[in-house]
């Protein structure tokens, strides 16, 4: 019975070697320990857990394996005081260039220790002599590890959703205000356009408009009249009287109200010349 259930298990630990098993059977743990003895106790109980072991005598190994390539391992099991390393400056290395949970385990059962270990990074402390249960839940540590960082990923893109959604309502603000903004100087240039079909203009409409004061000198007026002649009658509308002018300080708004005046002026002449005939 005894030899038939040793190569039961011969035969199933074959299997489990040639095809890596559902986690957590199988995670891969990098152990790290100076003491040989303690290395191989940990690691047959790792072993038993169907965890893949990698054992490490020091701390240098244990980075240089790392640096070589860290997704080969889930999680770092490690021992605080290291002959070669001190064990905090481990963790904080391991926790800044390899982002790993990272377990450690000593003989050192003092409180002020163990915080020095969380706060250094450690997900968990083990007080040696390790017990087989606290083995067995090395996996939930990097399950919660995998969960925080999927959290991590979905509030950055979140965060990133809402910056592109924000900076889509800023552009199209922006169009929209241009496009109102356009929309206002057509209606100016409309309104200048309209002008010369009228010879008189409501006061209640001219009151609508407040319009900036400005005094029409006989050399700007002289100068109005030059750029409305080499216009002509059709393109003499305020914004192209403005550019033709080109006067420091002179808006639409003035060239639209004297253009207005001017038109009367002349629907005026006009029509003294028509009774004179």
């Known amino acids: 019975m005894t030899g ?34 303690c290395l191989h106790v940990v690691g047959r109980m790792l072993e038993r857990c169907m965890y893949q072991v990698t054992k490490c005598r020091n701390g240098k ?28 400056k481990l963790l904080e290395i391991i926790a800044f260039e390899m982002d790993m949970p990272v377990v450690v385990m000593s003989s050192d059962d003092k409180r002020e220790t163990i915080m020095k270990g969380v706060i250094h990074g450690a997900c968990d402390y083990m007080v040696k002599p390790v017990r087989m249960d606290a083995v067995e839940l090395l996996w939930q540590h990097v399950i919660r ?17 809402l ?26 240039d409309e309104g200048g356009e309209s002008s010369d079909h009228m ?9 609508v408009v407040k ?4 005094v029409w000198t ?24 403005v550019q033709q002018m080109n006067l420091p300080g002179l808006t639409r708004e003035n060239v639209a ?10 629907g005026r002449q006009s029509e003294v010349s028509q009774r004179r005939f």
């Open 4 to 37: 038939g259930a040793g190569e039961a298990r011969e035969s199933s630990m074959s299997a489990t070697s040639a095809v890596r098993l559902q986690f957590p059977e199988g995670l891969r743990v990098l152990a790290v320990d100076d003491d040989q003895t």
């Open 61 to 88: 190994e244990a980075l240089l394996l790392l640096r070589e390539d860290s997704s080969r391992f889930d999680i770092v099991l490690s021992d605080l005081h290291l002959s070669d390393i001190n064990g905090l």
């Open 145 to 161: 590890k995998r969960r925080n960082d999927q959290l991590k990923e979905m509030e950055q893109a979140m965060e990133d959703k």
């Open 163 to 188: 910056v592109v959604e924000e900076e889509e309502k800023s552009r199209s603000m922006k169009k929209k205000m241009k496009k109102r903004k356009d929309k206002k100087e057509d209606q100016d």
């Open 199 to 207: 010879n008189t203009a409501s006061p209640a409409s001219a009151s």
């Open 211 to 214: 319009k900036p004061r400005m």
């Open 218 to 241: 006989p050399a700007l007026h002289q100068q109005f009249e030059a750029a409305v002649n080499q216009l002509g009658y059709s393109r003499a509308v305020p914004k192209n009287i």
């Open 257 to 266: 109200s004297h253009l207005q005046k001017f038109h009367k002026h002349c």
